[in-house]
Every structure is written in structure tokens, then in C-alpha cells.
């Protein structure tokens, strides 16, 4: 099975594998008329690589509250499946609403996709 | 001599003589003399075409028909007719079709040619069939005098009859007429008899058991008596097209009303004060911008006053639009209502919309600031759920105001925590959703930064009421998000009179 991989006029969603992690990348503009198409990307992504798995936030231009709500039910459904969901996000720009939202106290975030790489190995082991 | 006869004779029609070879044999035709309304496919016209060859004009004419068919009659001289002569020709590039009648026949010692293009009449046939067709429409001429009667094709099909059986007279027409709009036909007569034309009329004719709605444009042609000779009809079946207007027309006002219903619940859940209201220590204006493109949503304010020297106010953002966002906000609505009044600090009440949501609603998210403010000592005692900042408006600078914590409807288990600020008499406070701020591509912060901007230049103008025009000024950034805004002033005289 290929990696997923969702692209359109506003948004890029693409996935690879790195070890037993699955690393996700989203790009663009993340709201109502995308939300249908995160929702599948995501369920494609715990299908393919379980429910470890690294988000990339950075290069996303616009995260509406729906998008949040999905990101948190994403985060908890990789818990409840016994496994990890970390996001790679700045306090600036369209992510500075995780913060506002208060999330970042419970679903782990990280500036940079190495550390949070190396953060989900480490809870591999 | 030749030219002077093409000039009497009507139709396209031209005069050749042959061009030969040395040892005889004709290699082409070139023209000599043409009748007027002669027009080759080039757009030459009459002696346009004198001196034309025919192989170096039209060269697909060599080999073809016609060709065979002037040798044939320069050899015999006997005449040729080519009923069907299909002439295949780039003209300014685009290849192109046509069909024509000639007529060859040797006049002197040349060719003459006259023809009739066919497909001209084929084509407008065709498209007189496809605009009947199209339209549902079809043509008719009643003579009155000997009862003669002319239909196009589509009437037959309008009215289900069958063509063999020829076409209905006036009498025979009326007799299909659906009783209850005879009164119209003979009413349409009676006017076509009196006037010209042309007229519209509209009756309904019975068709295979089901009525028919017929629009009928009509004129009468009289003889120089005046009589009455011809009625001549164009009958169009709208029996569809009016079922389909009559149903959008059912639809638009459904949709009005509903669009009222909902502009009246979103009141009866959210009523929304016009002008400035009063609570202790503070004067209130609140204002809710429905989305574009959702009348019902889920933003909601509330300003009560909980006590002599105690007031409320909290501004909240459900995730999503329509009912199911409207009942959530009203249950937490009447919920902080009710925990307010049971003295319950913000973050106590926060920690209670949350439980509430977790158990009721688990489908739902949303956001919330929760302000106490006591007019005693003007002090304000508030919490974030997940909500943007509020503003603090002092003389003329802006300042946030922002005690983050999680959103609600999350997390089973969450805690908040009070931050307070002491505030000055005249200051201003704004409560807000993410629809005021919130804009594709910008970060939230900086929509709070261009907002402080917009107040900062309202409040240097010095304006007379502050609490107005600040609200007045305030436009939502994203239409497509509904918005909620409160605006508290804090009345000076506050500490006076308690």
C-alpha cells in the first residue's frame, strides 16, 4: 500500500513511515471544507502505521475550531489505542490557537519534527 | 449576348467555355458570363465571377460528378442534371460540406450552370424541427373559410396525436379543450376576430387523459372586407416549465420562512439588547453577527447582574453551526446563568460547563470567558476555556487580558485557575469570539493587534459615547464565522455610590 497522500488547490497531506512511527505532514488551509478530507487522511494514516504517529503542523496556514476538534479526537483515539499522537507546532501563526485552546498542556507539542521524532522513540522503548 | 440574357434570368447561374490542350482535350472551364445572384463559396457575386477557372477555384471539382458531367455534355451535347452534387471544399481553412442541384447544358460553343444549394433548405429544416422540439412548440394555420389546416410535426407530438391522421380544424380543436377553459378559447376567437394580433392566450387541452397547460400567440390575417381568413398560431406546451416554476415558487417562500424561524429562535435562545443595558457597576452593549451563510449559530454572550454589587459576563463559542450548535449553547447558556447565581467563582463554573458538555453533549466543543466583576472594590475575577483574550481599553491604550486554560468538552477532568485585575472607572472592557480576529493565513494575534489598533484610533477621536462607537466600529473579520462581541464600560461613579 502506498503512503497516503491527499493534495488540492488549498491543502497537501502526505504521510511516510519511520520505523513503526507514522510521520504526517499537513499543509494549508485546515476548516470546514477541507475537514472531510484530514478526517480520511487520518484514518488512512491509522490504518497504515497504527497509532503512533508524528504531525507535522508547521507549513498550516489556517486551523478552524472543527480542525481542533479533530486533531484532539485523533490525539485521543492514538491513546485509547494504546499508542502516541505528538504534534509539531510554533506558538505563532495558524497554531497559536492550540495554545489558546489550552492543549497544549495535555497533547504533547514539539517545535521541531526531531524532537518530537525523537520524543515517540523514546516512549517506544 | 449570353450575359445579357443571365442578366433577365433569376438563380445562380453562370456561363463557361472550355479551356483545351493541345491535343483537344478540355483541361478547365473558365467563366464568361454569370447572372446576378450567381455566388461561389468564396463570396464571389455575379461578374465577380467572370473570368473565373473553375479546376483553379474550386479544385475538388476535378474527377467529381460535375466534372464528368460537363464533359459529358460539351461531348453529346444532351443535358445533365446532378440531383445531389455533394461539393467538399476548404473555405478559409475550415473544411466544409455542401450539397447542391446542377444543371448542365450546353449553350453555344459553352457550359451553361446553374444550381441550387440544398442543404440550405435541409438545414433550416432541420433547425425549425430542433427549435420545436426544444421549446415544446409548434406552428399552425387555421383558414376559416375552407376549413384547411396546416400543423408542424412537433404539434402532432404536443398533443399526441398521430400525423397520419392529419390535423385538428378549429371545431375539432375546440373539442379537446378542457371544459372549464372553453369560455377562453371561444373568448380568443372572438378577440382575434376584432383585432390584428398578436395575441396570448392560455388554456389547458385535454391529452391522453391528462390536461395540458397551452400558451397560444396568435394573429389573424382578414381578407379586404374585413373578414376574418386565417388565424395563424404558435402553440407552446409550458405544462412542465409552469409545475417547475410553481414548485421553486413553493420552495423560495418555504425557504423564507424558515430563514424567519430561525431568526426568531436564534432570538428567543440569544436575545440580543439594541441599545446599552445596565449592570452593577457597568453599562453593557452586546452585539451577535450571524455567519453569512448560517443564521443559527453557536456564539452566545450573557451579562446578568448576580447580586446588588455583583455582575456576570461571559462570552462563549460552540464548534459549528445550526440546531445542533443552538441547543448546546443554550444549555450552557442556562446553565452559567444558574451556576452564577449559586455564587460560583469562573473557574468553578467553567470547571461545571465542562462536566455538563463531557455528560451531555460529548459530541460538542466549545469555548468560553467567564468574567465576575464586583462594583464594590471594581475588581474582575476571570478564566479562559480555551477562549481568544479579552481587551482591556484604558484611556487610550489596549492591553489582552488572558488567563488560558483547555477548552471544554475535551477532557473528563480538567481545572482552572482565576486571574484578576482591578479596573479603573471608564475603562472599557471587550469580550469577543474568534469571528471578530480569526482570518485564513493570519495569526490569531496579530487579528488581536489590528482590533487594538482599529479601538486606539476610535478612542483618540474622543468620541462623546465611547461604549458606542467602539462597538460601532468593530466589524467581524470572517463572515463566515458568526461573531459575538460585549463591550463593558465601567461607570465612574461606582465606588460612590456603594
Not at chain 2, 478540355?26 to 446576378?36: H, W
Request: glycine residues 8%; negative net charge.
Amino acid at each position: 500500500m502506498p503512503d497516503p497522500h491527499i493534495s488540492t488547490a488549498k491543502t497537501k497531506f502526505a504521510a511516510e513511515r519511520d520505523g513503526d512511527i507514522g510521520v504526517l505532514t499537513l499543509e494549508g488551509t485546515i476548516d470546514y471544507t477541507t475537514h472531510k478530507l484530514v478526517a480520511e487522511f487520518f484514518d488512512e494514516a491509522f490504518a497504515e502505521y497504527g497509532p503512533n504517529l508524528v504531525v507535522d503542523l508547521l507549513d498550516v496556514d489556517f486551523l478552524d475550531s472543527r480542525a481542533t476538534g479533530l486533531l484532539i479526537a485523533c490525539w485521543k483515539r492514538a491513546v485509547d489505542e494504546g499508542g502516541r499522537l505528538s504534534l509539531v507546532a510554533l506558538e505563532r501563526g495558524a497554531t497559536r490557537v492550540l495554545w489558546i485552546a489550552g492543549l497544549t498542556a495535555h497533547i504533547p507539542v514539539f517545535a521541531t519534527m526531531e524532537e518530537s521524532l525523537a520524543a515517540a522513540r523514546g516512549t517506544d522503548r | 449576348m449570353i450575359q445579357s440574357l443571365l442578366d433577365a434570368v433569376p438563380g445562380e447561374i453562370v456561363w463557361s467555355t472550355p479551356i483545351r490542350n493541345a491535343a483537344g482535350e478540355i483541361v478547365d472551364f473558365v467563366t464568361l458570363a454569370a447572372g446576378s445572384e450567381a455566388r461561389d463559396l468564396h463570396g464571389r457575386i455575379g461578374k465577380e465571377l467572370i473570368g473565373v477557372r473553375m479546376l483553379d477555384a474550386y479544385p475538388s471539382v476535378r474527377g467529381s460528378s460535375l466534372w464528368e458531367g460537363a464533359l459529358r455534355v460539351m461531348e453529346t451535347g444532351d443535358p445533365v442534371e446532378l440531383d445531389r452534387y455533394e461539393h467538399e471544399e476548404s473555405v478559409e481553412g475550415v473544411p466544409r460540406l455542401m450539397i447542391f442541384r446542377v444543371r448542365l447544358a450546353r449553350v453555344g460553343d459553352g457550359l451553361l450552370i446553374s444550381w441550387v444549394r440544398q442543404d440550405d433548405e435541409e438545414r433550416l429544416d432541420t433547425r425549425l424541427a430542433h427549435t420545436e422540439r426544444l421549446g415544446n412548440l409548434g406552428w399552425t394555420r387555421w383558414s376559416i373559410g375552407d376549413g384547411d389546416v396546416e400543423w408542424s410535426d412537433q404539434l402532432y407530438v404536443i398533443h399526441r396525436l398521430n400525423p397520419a391522421d392529419g390535423p385538428l380544424d378549429l371545431e375539432r380543436y375546440r373539442a379537446i379543450v378542457h371544459p372549464d377553459d372553453v369560455s377562453v378559447f371561444d373568448g380568443a376567437l372572438r378577440v382575434l376576430e376584432e383585432e390584428d394580433g398578436p395575441h396570448e392566450f392560455e388554456f389547458r387541452v385535454r391529452v391522453g387523459g391528462n390536461p395540458r397547460l397551452i400558451v397560444a400567440r396568435a394573429e389573424a390575417s382578414r381578407d379586404s372586407s374585413g373578414r376574418l381568413v386565417e388565424v395563424h398560431a404558435v402553440l407552446q406546451d409550458i405544462t412542465d416549465w409552469r409545475r417547475t416554476a410553481d414548485q421553486l415558487a413553493a420552495v423560495s417562500q418555504r425557504l423564507e420562512e424558515e430563514s424567519q424561524l430561525t431568526a426568531r429562535l436564534q432570538n428567543i435562545i440569544l436575545p440580543v439588547q439594541d441599545e446599552p443595558f445596565t449592570v452593577p457597576g457597568l453599562r453593557v452593549a452586546a452585539r451577535y453577527d450571524p455567519a453569512e451563510t448560517a443564521p443559527l449559530g453557536g456564539d452566545w454572550f450573557q451579562a446578568i447582574r448576580v447580586d446588588d454589587d455583583e455582575a456576570l459576563l461571559a462570552v462563549g463559542d460552540i464548534a459549528g453551526h445550526g440546531l445542533p450548535a443552538a441547543s448546546a449553547m443554550a444549555k450552557l447558556r442556562h446553565a452559567i446563568t444558574g451556576l452564577a447565581f449559586a455564587h460560583h467563582e469562573p473557574d468553578q463554573i467553567l470547571v461545571a460547563l465542562n462536566r455538563l458538555l463531557r455528560r451531555m453533549r460529548p459530541d460538542v466543543l466549545a469555548t468560553a470567558v467567564v468574567a465576575h466583576y464586583r462594583s464594590t472594590d471594581r475588581v474582575l475575577t476571570w478564566c479562559h476555556a480555551g477562549h481568544p483574550p479579552m481587551l482591556l481599553v484604558r484611556g487610550d491604550t489596549v492591553e489582552r487580558l488572558h488567563h488560558p486554560g483547555v477548552l471544554l468538552g475535551v477532557f473528563d477532568d480538567v481545572e482552572y485557575s482565576c486571574a484578576s485585575i482591578r479596573l479603573d472607572p471608564d475603562d472599557l472592557l471587550l469580550m469577543f469570539t474568534d469571528g471578530l480576529i480569526e482570518r485564513p493565513g493570519r495569526d490569531l494575534f496579530e487579528g488581536l493587534d489590528a482590533l487594538s489598533a482599529t479601538i486606539t484610533e476610535v478612542v483618540r477621536a474622543a468620541p462623546r459615547d465611547r461604549l458606542s462607537t467602539i462597538m460601532d466600529g468593530l466589524v467581524p473579520s470572517n463572515t463566515s464565522d458568526d461573531t459575538c462581541i460585549l463591550v463593558a464600560r465601567v461607570t465612574p461613579n461606582t465606588l460612590e455610590v456603594s
